[in-house]
């Protein structure tokens, strides 16, 4: 797979030197200077060690996150490099930058089919990742053939690459979904472990609701669980969680928690005999394949990955039984020896599921508490989960942690302890007075904000109980004067006003103060002010009447209008206007303000988490993200369960005797499709035997890894063991015959090349129909035929019994030729077929007519917001004429944001759209930040709908919204056709009569060339020229790009005369009316 010296560690001291920022050369204020010039001289010479070179250095700087695409067209000439070293290089580069520079990667598509039949299965996959990597509607049926070859190719590795190319096409074009289902399920089918992780993620994208490709599947999947790589793991686990929601009851149905809660978290012993009780109060059995899939997960519970531990972890949250869910805690702990990233994940996800089971985390509860060098976040996570945990028996050892990390420099951190002090009095009745003592004490810290987060708590633990507790509300008022926190000053206030009558002399006292004040205070403490004034008037207004009014007096010109406002109302309730003494409301007043309030309910915030699934990036942000998909409802009954049965009897009937002896020992392994736990001493050590033999064949080393395959039933089991006896006797047998090695190895992979070679999705999958034998004999009959023409064939000496692996390997051998015609570009960017490709006879009426890259890309751009106007963001646009990635109808636009003024604009980003029935737009990437001095771009696509209507939307920015006009002229709207002559005037005579406009323009003598005649109709119009026979006869073909309605323009040039004659040709009058203004009136300039 790797070669040595391919990716040296040692790079040459000129890797990092960059010859151009040198003071001494002058390039600074040298005109001729030009960048990577010293590169594209290395790429460009004959010697591969140069090109080796400028390669590392290139890759080097694309790792370091430079930009290295000014170097594309130099690049990508290397691709035909024959140095494997060099082209790895190349492929990697392009895998970068194939999406950015789509045009020059086209002109390279015939290398990348080619490549696709190398011998070298890396240069394979290679190819196929850089030709999915170019993002052109065009290709998508090459990109297919090439899909489509790649699944049956005898590498894992290629397949594994064509698994993670199918997103990417279907991502491109929609319409490929049902090719691509049966491309998907062929994939799942596969028995390697690189292959079946990626075929699910691509299951995953593509069509996650065809639950019915995994049944078959799904035993496979459960037992190759342990084999697959970590990532493709994290995929499986995902995909199987909501299969098992669908497909099993729910297990704790007719449980209850307080069940589970019971239940101690160790002891072995009593663990045993309650597990007992709870299987036997447990209503129902548990499905075998629901059990598989739990046993086979628990092993990943020791993965050294994160994600994996994390996804076995949300698989037992939402599919296992409750009084299992407890074996994920003790992986989940161990994860927290990770990087701060991990651990912030991790712990986000403990304290969600501690809300309701808390005791799974209850005996590693040292584990939470906080460490001087954690970050904040951590520190807040942790202060969470050991909030969540509290118990009766435990709450003293929290209390006495939190008191030490009231002492920490971190304020945040403090205050966040405080409220973890105050939820917990809270919540444990028993240690509301002690906590509520030790928070009056903090009000004499000499942190101020320790004294105002201590006073927040405080007020909501009075709200719940007041009795006896004057003397605090008493301590807390003479603290007005010291505290400075606004939402501290605003508790204090509303303590004395709720109680006021529990100190009817502090209370008016702190109001005289607080209207001293009132003009300097913040606004939130404003609003108590005004709110004690109310219900100290209520309470004693003899003593507070004019003090009441003065503090109206004031909020009725605050700046502020919600002062204002409740200044009006309040006013009126308590002071009602003269003749409106009677006022029902006003009668009532003392009732609405004394009102006794429900005391505040102190809970987790991770109490609401519980609605979207563990571990996704949904359940981390608290918000549904984009593409997230809820957990199905688990079924009220489960489905036929026979769906996943896999097995047959009938392959072991005599029939199969009649089969070719390679064939023969291949069938049994269709039955034994699943590994084994319970696996026998000798079936492992044969295994491990075969698998060092030889680790490329991975079809053939499946014989003998699917000796221990069974299914879930131990019947099956049994079997499969009593075949796998005399199989190993005829291995050591054979072993002692005095035959070559290569002999053997010939005959191994001809076995193996019978199984793969197989395009039929029945030879693959793992279930056995009776249809697997009539396709099996029509197979050995085209073998047959083709045994008897194999001798007709020039077989090179040496090279004649040649294994899978020795082709794997072989890097000397020429590419074979290619069944399908490659594309090569012509006609600036066109994918027209090659000249050996070209049929004998003459192409069909019609045939010629192809889409095509644009000729001339107008670089002349549009204002669409001024700078003045839009605050220092100017915007303008530029028609690319190219089909947009979204939709090859819509037109792309490109944006260009510049920030003229001195502060940075951030959340750029299309607001409200306010298009033309017919019409729609795709959104560009928003723009997070956009610094001063900077120009930044974005691709809009709109589909105008073949009208020349404008595209009206907002532009957010900065918070700010501006209204923003895109109007496209006609010749904008097309998208040029490559065809013949012959096809060119057979389209325009069926658009004869109505459809075709004529027009004539006099010719200035300067514009009198034909070049510059083709030069102003490309600028004008996005059209292609045809080629013709005639040289006085200019021809273009085109459509229109919503509509796909064939556009043609044809001009004629007299020898002797300036005037030239136009014609325009399309079933849109408008289009064509529109288009021959604007050929005319161009035609016309100097």
């Given amino acids: 797979m790797s070669t040595p010296g391919s990716y040296s560690n040692e790079r040459p001291p000129s890797v990092d030197v960059d010859y151009s920022a040198d003071p001494a050369s002058g390039s600074f204020f040298s005109t001729e200077f030009k960048k990577h010039e010293d590169l594209k001289q290395m790429l460009d010479s004959n010697k591969d060690g140069l090109?080796?070179?400028?390669?590392?250095?290139?890759?080097?700087?694309?790792?370091?996150?430079?930009?290295?695409?000014?170097?594309?067209?130099?690049?990508?000439?290397?691709?035909?490099?024959?140095?494997?070293?060099?082209?790895?290089?190349?492929?990697?580069?392009?895998?970068?930058?194939?999406?950015?520079?789509?045009?020059?990667?086209?002109?390279?598509?015939?290398?990348?089919?080619?490549?696709?039949?190398?011998?070298?299965?890396?240069?394979?996959?290679?190819?196929?990742?850089?030709?999915?990597?170019?993002?052109?509607?065009?290709?998508?049926?090459?990109?297919?053939?090439?899909?489509?070859?790649?699944?049956?190719?005898?590498?894992?590795?290629?397949?594994?690459?064509?698994?993670?190319?199918?997103?990417?096409?279907?991502?491109?074009?929609?319409?490929?979904?049902?090719?691509?289902?049966?491309?998907?399920?062929?994939?799942?089918?596969?028995?390697?472990?690189?292959?079946?992780?990626?075929?699910?993620?691509?299951?995953?994208?593509?069509?996650?609701?065809?639950?019915d490709l995994i049944h078959k599947n799904y035993r496979k999947l459960c037992n190759l669980l342990v084999d697959v790589e970590e990532w493709g793991q994290v995929i499986i686990l995902n995909m199987l969680t909501r299969y098992a929601r669908t497909q099993f009851v729910d297990p704790n149905a007719g449980q209850t928690e307080v069940?589970?809660?019971?239940?101690?978290?160790?002891?072995?012993?009593?663990?045993?005999?309650?597990?007992?009780?709870?299987?036997?109060?447990?209503?129902?059995?548990?499905?075998?394949?629901?059990?598989?899939?739990?046993?086979?997960?628990?092993?990943?519970?020791?993965?050294?990955?994160?994600?994996?531990?994390?996804?076995?972890?949300?698989?037992?949250?939402?599919?296992?039984?409750c009084s299992e869910v407890s074996q994920v805690a003790r992986a989940l702990v161990r994860l927290?020896?990770?990087?701060?990233?991990?651990?912030?994940?991790?712990?986000?996800?403990?304290?969600?599921?501690?809300?309701?089971?808390?005791?799974?985390?209850?005996?590693?509860?040292?584990?939470?508490?906080?460490?001087?060098?954690?970050?904040?976040?951590?520190?807040?996570?942790?202060?969470?989960?050991?909030?969540?945990?509290?118990?009766?028996?435990?709450?003293?050892?929290?209390?006495r942690e939190f008191q030490t990390y009231i002492g920490s420099s971190d304020k945040e951190f403090v205050a966040a302890t405080i409220q973890a002090i105050g939820r917990c009095a809270s919540n444990i009745r028993e240690v509301t007075d002690t906590c509520l003592s030790g928070l009056v004490s903090l009000l004499s810290n000499r942190d101020e904000s320790?004294?105002?987060?201590?006073?927040?708590?405080?007020?909501?633990?009075?709200?719940?109980?007041?009795?006896?507790?004057?003397?605090?509300?008493?301590?807390?008022?003479?603290?007005?004067?010291?505290?400075?926190?606004?939402?501290?000053?605003?508790?204090?206030?509303?303590?004395?006003?709720?109680?006021?009558?529990?100190?009817?002399?502090?209370?008016?006292?702190?109001?005289?103060?607080?209207?001293?004040?009132?003009?300097?205070?913040?606004?939130?403490?404003?609003?108590?002010?005004?709110?004690?004034?109310?219900?100290?008037?209520?309470?004693?207004?003899?003593?507070?009447?004019?003090?009441?009014?003065?503090?109206?007096?004031?909020?009725?010109?605050?700046?502020?209008?919600?002062?204002r406002d409740r200044a009006r109302l309040t006013r009126a309730l308590v002071f009602p206007p003269q003749g409106h003494e009677d006022n029902k409301l006003a009668k009532h007043a003392k009732k609405i303000f004394l009102a006794i309030k429900p005391p505040p309910v102190q809970q987790s915030s991770f109490k609401d988490r519980d609605q979207f699934q563990l571990s996704t990036l949904s359940h981390l942000i608290n918000a549904r993200a984009t593409g997230y998909q809820d957990l199905p409802p688990f079924p009220e009954e489960a489905p036929d369960p026979s769906v996943r049965y896999v097995e047959v009897a009938v392959s072991f009937t005599p029939d199969n005797h009649h089969r070719p002896s390679h064939q023969k020992k291949s069938k049994p392994e269709k039955t034994k499709s699943f590994y084994s736990d319970e696996s026998s001493p000798e079936d492992e050590s044969e295994n491990d035997a075969s698998d060092s033999s030889s680790e490329s064949d991975s079809d053939s080393d499946s014989s003998d890894t699917d000796s221990s395959e069974s299914s879930s039933d131990e019947g099956n089991e049994s079997v499969s063991e009593d075949e796998e006896q005399p199989r190993v006797k005829r291995k050591v047998v054979t072993g002692g015959k005095k035959r070559p090695e290569k002999q053997d190895a010939s005959e191994s992979s001809g076995s193996e090349d019978s199984e793969s070679s197989s395009s039929s999705s029945g030879s693959e999958s793992s279930s056995d129909d009776e249809s697997d034998d009539s396709e099996a004999s029509a197979e050995d009959v085209k073998k047959k035929t083709k045994k008897e023409q194999e001798p007709k064939k020039e077989v090179p000496q040496g090279k004649g019994n040649r294994s899978n692996l020795d082709l794997l390997l072989d890097l000397d051998d020429t590419p074979p030729a290619m069944d399908t015609p490659l594309l090569t570009p012509s006609l600036g960017g066109l994918l027209t077929p090659s000249p050996s490709s070209y049929p004998t006879q003459p192409l069909p009426p019609g045939a010629s007519i192809q889409p095509a890259s644009a000729k001339l890309v107008p670089t002349a751009t549009h204002e669409l917001l001024n700078r003045l106007s839009g605050g220092g963001l100017a915007v303008s646009c530029r028609f690319t004429r190219s089909p947009h990635l979204y939709s090859p109808r819509m037109t792309s636009v490109e944006l260009s944001f510049t920030n003229n003024s001195s502060e940075e604009i951030r959340d750029i980003s299309i607001g409200s759209k306010k298009l033309a029935p017919g019409m729609s737009l795709h959104e560009f990437a928003g723009i997070a930040v956009l610094n001063p001095d900077t120009t930044l771009?974005?691709?809009?696509?709109?589909?105008?709908?073949?009208?020349?209507?404008?595209?009206?939307f907002d532009l957010v920015a900065g918070g700010r919204t501006f209204n923003i006009s895109i109007t496209a002229s006609v010749g904008e709207l097309l998208m040029p056709l490559a065809m013949n002559e012959a096809d060119f005037n057979l389209n325009q005579i069926k658009l004869r009569g109505m459809n075709e406009l004529r027009g004539s323009v006099n010719l200035l003598s300067s514009n009198n060339d034909v070049k510059k005649l083709v030069n102003r109709v490309y600028e004008t119009a996005n059209l292609l020229q045809v080629q013709c026979a005639s040289s006085n006869t200019l021809k273009f073909g085109g459509q229109t790009a919503s509509g796909k309605a064939l556009v043609l323009v044809c001009l004629t040039l007299p020898q002797d005369e300036q005037e030239v004659s136009i014609t325009v040709n399309c079933e849109k009058m408008v289009i064509s009316s529109m288009l021959l203004k604007d050929i005319q009136s161009a035609l016309k300039k100097d």
Wanted: charged share 25%; with cysteine; aromatic share 6%.
């Fill in 51 to 211: 090109k080796l070179e400028a390669m590392k250095r290139i890759i080097g700087m694309v790792a370091k996150g430079r930009d290295a695409s000014e170097l594309f067209p130099a690049v990508v000439k290397n691709v035909v490099s024959a140095n494997l070293e060099v082209k790895k290089l190349v492929y990697v580069y392009l895998v970068r930058y194939a999406e950015e520079q789509q045009d020059l990667a086209l002109l390279s598509i015939s290398t990348f089919q080619r490549a696709l039949k190398d011998p070298n299965q890396l240069i394979r996959a290679c190819a196929l990742r850089v030709l999915s990597s170019i993002r052109v509607p065009v290709i998508v049926p090459i990109m297919m053939l090439a899909i489509k070859d790649a699944v049956t190719d005898m590498s894992p590795y290629v397949r594994k690459t064509a698994a993670h190319a199918i997103p990417k096409l279907y991502n491109l074009d929609h319409d490929q979904k049902e090719e691509l289902i049966k491309v998907i399920e062929k994939l799942l089918s596969d028995k390697t472990t690189l292959v079946v992780g990626s075929a699910v993620m691509a299951f995953e994208e593509v069509c996650p609701e065809r639950i």
């Fill in 937 to 952: 771009y974005g691709t809009l696509g709109v589909d105008f709908n073949d009208t020349t209507q404008p595209a009206v």
């Fill in 450 to 563: 320790v004294v105002g987060e201590s006073v927040v708590v405080i007020r909501k633990l009075l709200q719940s109980e007041t009795v006896g507790h004057k003397d605090i509300i008493s301590h807390m008022a003479r603290l007005m004067d010291n505290i400075k926190i606004p939402m501290a000053r605003a508790s204090i206030l509303w303590l004395l006003g709720e109680y006021c009558d529990k100190v009817p002399k502090i209370a008016p006292d702190v109001l005289r103060k607080m209207a001293k004040t009132f003009i300097s205070e913040e606004d939130i403490v404003k609003l108590q002010i005004l709110t004690l004034a109310t219900k100290l008037y209520l309470t004693n207004p003899k003593q507070t009447r004019l003090l009441c009014q003065y503090v109206y007096n004031l909020a009725k010109y605050d700046t502020n209008y919600d002062i």
């Fill in 336 to 399: 927290l020896r990770s990087h701060r990233e991990v651990q912030a994940v991790v712990l986000t996800n403990i304290a969600s599921m501690s809300t309701r089971r808390k005791d799974m985390f209850e005996p590693y509860l040292k584990s939470f508490f906080v460490r001087s060098s954690d970050p904040t976040h951590i520190k807040a996570l942790k202060l969470e989960v050991l909030t969540n945990l509290a118990t009766d028996t435990n709450i003293s050892i929290i209390l």
């Fill in 259 to 321: 069940d589970v809660k019971e239940k101690p978290f160790y002891e072995d012993e009593e663990e045993e005999t309650e597990d007992q009780e709870v299987l036997a109060k447990r209503p129902k059995s548990m499905d075998p394949d629901h059990r598989l899939l739990l046993r086979n997960a628990k092993p990943l519970l020791q993965s050294r990955n994160a994600a994996v531990v994390l996804a076995v972890a949300q698989l037992y949250q939402h599919i296992a039984p």
